[in-house]
């Protein structure tokens, strides 16, 4: 098992920042590819960014390519995602998630999921 927790959203004006964090727990995290998924009101969960278990290689959806970034400290079990030029459009919940391979960007290859954090960006 895996323990995933979430932190570091809130309300922001479209054009500011935040950073999320993503703190794990359990099996050894850098056994591990993560990613990051939200979900809007009404939406199906998407993809956002998947980083490798050594950091060496990350994905972006083409939504956030050059505005975010995700990263990991596998010394400290997390991952962040950096969110810069934040947009009303990026309001949603924010999970982290943790697959057994190297990099993945399907949701059904997850195996554990965060509980979310919330993104509010206002207009």
């Known amino acids: 098992q895996v323990q995933l927790v979430e932190s570091g959203g809130g309300l922001v004006q479209a054009g500011g920042s935040l950073r999320l964090s993503c703190a794990a727990s359990?099996?050894?995290?850098?056994?591990?590819?993560m990613g990051w998924f939200r979900q809007a009101p009404g939406k199906e969960r998407e993809f956002v960014a998947a980083?490798?278990?050594?950091?060496?290689?990350?994905l972006h959806a083409d939504s956030v390519k050059g505005r975010f970034t995700i990263s990991r400290d596998n010394a400290k079990d997390t991952v962040y995602l950096q969110m810069n030029s934040l947009k009303p459009e990026d309001t949603a919940v924010y999970y982290c998630?943790?697959?057994?391979?190297?990099?993945?960007?399907?949701?059904?290859?997850?195996?554990?999921w965060g509980q979310g954090t919330q993104v509010t960006v206002s207009s």
């Open positions: 980083i490798t278990w050594n950091g060496g290689t990350t």
């Open positions: 359990g099996r050894t995290f850098n056994n591990y590819g």
């Open positions: 998630a943790a697959a057994p391979g190297p990099i993945a960007t399907h949701r059904g290859q997850y195996h554990y």
